[in-house]
């Protein structure tokens, strides 16, 4: 370590200094620094009782300017009479801490005496010892995080995140910034930490050194990933966390989490348990957030993040979001763009609540802590239990926001969800068009209509079940999951088979994990149902949540399903819905632990759907909460894809799916084609196609010429799929910016790409400017080709046939420096591009 030089030598408060180049904003430091450096200098009438000590973090008080020293340095140290009085106050100081020390050294062996410590020198002891400090690398293909055990204390730091760094060797010159890899509460920390316990004997405090760490390689077998383990533990009481840090190298992503273990007497209880602590220094920090409600998800806000606290978090208990999504999106030093700045995109893994911290602090370091809420959620953490924390993941791009999506679709093809790689079925629904109101011959049309079409699924929605309190509502049946005698007397086994005779496949919807207090259910079980002693029952969309968290009503659950596809092995297809959030938040089965609802909860649902998938490891399943309010990837490793929002309407989708591109690939957004919205029936086609397309529309009432669209569009559609499903996404034009909205994917070959433009509204005499494409050969040539053409909704002068590009061939650099006319002064018009080498 070397200070190069201590700028500022005026009369000041605080007195700045840079080392190796890096201007260091604060201004505190303790001894060991003083120390361990080589070259200081020192400006100032020291009042040494103002040093604080925090980490490493340097800087003095003073008044004047003087000289500092150590032995070895070529220089004399000038010798005037501040520089004594400096000495006998850094004597007076070392003094003090040793006795402080010794104060602790008899503290800590008492407890010794009488509890647990085994192995760890008391506290205070290793940091005397000044070890060498070791580096932990954690690299992928573009990106850096390095981790530091620090010799002087034992703890581990983020030293570096960002790019790719070639080599290490200059940051371990550095005096790091003393920001904790992971903080614990109550010794030295002030700020929030990212775990907090108490111990047996009332010790509130946490303290974790580095023991140890181990690699795993390759372990994901789909690229290059590594799994590096590190093993931190309290030095006085036995509580260890184990970071995981995994590596995606291909896919630039990395996933944490965390485990906490200990092997004290009696329960200790955890407070805080975050998934991943990660520090910023940069000038400003601008966080894009997405939130909504029900029918408007993924709303775009982007902030600059000011000092404080920010915190983005849900309380809903059965899903992570509906208010707030479980993602961010953090800009350093200015905004970024599509394809310029530098940003690290951000999810967690965790189907319940959820919370993103975000402080800047006094001089500007920005801490992020990401994991489950600890809003009421403390947790009694058993001895010799293991708490694992969902995984946070993250990726870092400087290449903007583009750039940041595509990791993270890449990860969550490979990864993140099921069969992420695979392809999907195109589906029709029957919620929005017959509601609860069906029967069987009603349904055989349906199945008709399904092949017609040239469609792979019909997926039969709410309403089949129940027969004491039918389920021709959403007031009554909730929970009786056989099928209603009246509309289907012959099963569905009978629907299956006409499914299969019919020539296509047959899905179904379900919503195991609730009741109506109309329900036989209910009136059987109702201490398997979440509701609070001496309060009235408080009921959304009519229902109440099931207690998951209680063995048999996990046993209920997976018997729904299993019972069901094995009565029904014809089964192809589940959509699993969660309508409500938590509220009545008691669990009968928890006795005196009803702080661990919220986390028992989803840990039950993943132990449940870990189960199913290990009985039907390929079965799709769309994933549904009352439109999108369970989108997470801690759900999505379950299911092959999910449903974006009850709100159907193409305008409003187009909002809602751009939203979503940010952190999911299209192969998991399912868009249906509905009569929500009033825009024409291709509008609407061409929004569905930018995902897993699906209808959900009354075909039999449709003229000749929309049938023979759709057919069409179909056709299409399974033509191009895999480009939507498996390529690189680029968003052109953004609807937040415009009156249009453009988008597209290309192949990973690079050889076969499809463009989506829109226009939304049109002002008079606007100008809509060629769009440059993205991400294409700049070498190759490619024909243009506009693909579900129809003469309802033409996109209107200015882009009628004459205007229209298709048909024609150009070379990617051209594509990409000139561009596409992709534009109509004509509101809610819409062309689609298929792009072929
Ligand atoms: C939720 C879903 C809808 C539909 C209904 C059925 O609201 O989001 O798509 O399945 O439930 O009750």
Redesign the pocket.
């Known amino acids: 370590m070397k200070i190069q030089n201590l700028k500022n030598n005026r009369i000041s408060d605080y007195i700045k200094c840079q080392i190796n180049g890096r201007v260091l904003k604060s201004v505190k430091t303790d001894l060991p620094i003083l120390q361990n450096i080589t070259k200081m200098e020192i400006f100032g009438k020291f009042r040494l009782s103002k040093i604080r000590v925090r980490g490493v973090r340097c800087g003095v008080r003073g008044k004047k300017t003087r000289n500092y020293k150590r032995p070895g340095d070529q220089q004399q140290a000038t010798s005037n009479i501040n520089c004594l009085i400096v000495i006998i106050i850094l004597i007076i100081t070392i003094m003090k801490k040793l006795f402080f020390l010794i104060i602790m050294c008899a503290f800590a062996s008492s407890i010794i005496a009488q509890d647990l410590p085994t192995g760890g020198p008391p506290p205070g002891v290793q940091q005397m010892q000044q070890t060498p400090d070791v580096f932990i690398p954690l690299d992928t293909k573009n990106t850096s995080l390095v981790l530091r055990v620090n010799g002087r204390d034992g703890r581990l730091y983020q030293s570096y995140f960002g790019p790719k760094l070639n080599n290490i060797d200059n940051l371990k010159q550095t005096i790091d910034a003393g920001h904790l890899a992971y903080a614990t509460f109550g010794t030295d920390n002030l700020f929030e930490p990212a775990v907090r316990a108490t111990h047996n004997d009332g010790n509130p405090s946490l303290e974790l050194k580095y023991i140890n760490q181990s690699l795993e390689k390759s372990i994901g077998g789909k690229s290059d990933v590594t799994l590096n383990r590190i093993f931190l533990k309290d030095p006085v009481y036995p509580f260890e966390v184990t970071l995981n840090i995994k590596t995606y190298n291909d896919e630039d992503v990395i996933e944490q989490w965390v485990e906490i273990k200990h092997t004290e007497k009696k329960p200790v209880t955890i407070f805080n348990y975050a998934s991943s602590m990660l520090h910023f220094d940069a000038e400003k920090y601008w966080l894009t957030q997405f939130h909504g409600d029900w029918a408007e998800e993924m709303k775009l806000q982007e902030s600059e993040l000011t000092a404080g606290i920010k915190i983005l978090d849900t309380k809903l208990g059965t899903r992570a979001h509906m208010y707030q999504t479980p993602v961010f999106m953090l800009s350093l030093n200015e905004k970024s763009d599509e394809n310029n700045g530098q940003v690290i995109a951000g999810t967690l893994g965790w189907s319940g609540n959820f919370r993103f911290l975000f402080e800047v602090d006094e001089k500007g370091s920005l801490r992020v802590i990401s994991g489950i809420n600890p809003f009421a959620s403390e947790y009694s953490l058993e001895p010799g239990k293991v708490f694992r924390t969902p995984s946070m993941i993250f990726t870092y791009s400087d290449q903007g926001k583009g750039q940041a999506s595509r990791n993270l679709h890449r990860w969550a093809m490979n990864y993140g969800i099921l069969d992420g790689t695979g392809t999907r079925m195109t589906l029709l ?1 029957n ?1 929005e068009t017959t509601g609860y109101n069906f029967d069987e011959k009603k349904l055989s049309a349906i199945l008709d209509d399904t092949k017609k079409m040239g469609l792979d699924v019909f997926l039969l ?3 089949w079940f129940a027969n004491k309190y039918p389920r021709n509502n ?1 007031r009554a049946g909730l929970g009786d999951w056989q099928e209603n005698k009246a509309k289907l007397p012959n099963g569905l086994g009978y629907l299956v088979k006409e499914a299969d005779t019919k020539g296509v496949k047959f899905g179904i ?1 379900i ?1 195991p994990e609730m009741v109506n207090p109309k329900s036989e259910l209910y009136e059987t079980h109702p201490d398997w149902i979440l509701k609070l002693p001496n309060r009235p029952e408080h009921y959304f969309r009519n229902q109440l949540v099931l207690d998951l968290t209680n063995p048999k009503v996990q046993e209920f659950v997976y018997n729904v399903v299993d019972g069901m596809l094995t009565t029904n092995p014809g089964i192809a297809f589940i ?1 699993w ?1 969660c ?1 409500r959030m938590m509220t009545n938040a008691y669990s009968v089965y928890l006795k005196d632990k009803q702080s661990h609802l919220y986390v028992d909860y989803v840990n039950s649902l993943y132990g449940v759907l870990e189960r199913l998938r290990q009985k039907y490891p390929h079965l799709p399943i769309m994933l ?4 999108g309010g369970r989108v997470d990837y801690g759900a999505l490793k379950y299911f092959t894809e999910f ?1 974006a929002s ?1 709100n159907t309407d193409a305008l409003e989708r187009i909002y809602i799916q751009w939203g979503y591109s940010y952190f999911f690939p299209a192969i998991s957004v399912c868009n249906h084609i509905t009569s929500w919205g009033k825009q024409s029936l291709k509008f609407r086609t061409d929004v569905a196609m930018m995902g897993k397309m699906g209808y959900d529309i009354e075909i039999d009432k449709m003229t000749e010429n929309e049938l023979k669209f759709s057919q069409n569009a179909i056709a299409n559609y399974n033509r191009i799929k895999d480009i939507i499903y498996t390529g690189d996404l680029y968003r052109l034009i953004s609807p937040y910016e415009e009156n249009r909205a453009v988008m597209m994917y290309i192949n990973n070959e690079k050889n076969r790409a499809v463009l989506f433009g829109y226009t939304l509204n049109a002002r008079y005499g606007e100008i809509l400017n060629l769009v440059k494409l993205q991400g294409l050969d700049p070498a190759r040539t490619y024909k243009v080709q506009e693909i579900n053409v129809s003469n309802e909704g033409r996109r209107g002068p200015g882009m009628g046939p004459g205007m229209s590009q298709s048909g024609r061939s150009y070379t990617g650099d051209y594509l990409m420096k000139v561009g596409l006319n992709v534009g109509s002064n004509t509101p809610l018009t819409s062309v689609v591009y298929e792009i072929t080498e």
């Open positions: 629904n919620w929605d709410d309403g959403d919807w919503e959509k819905d309508n549904c909460s009352g439109g449903w009850d």
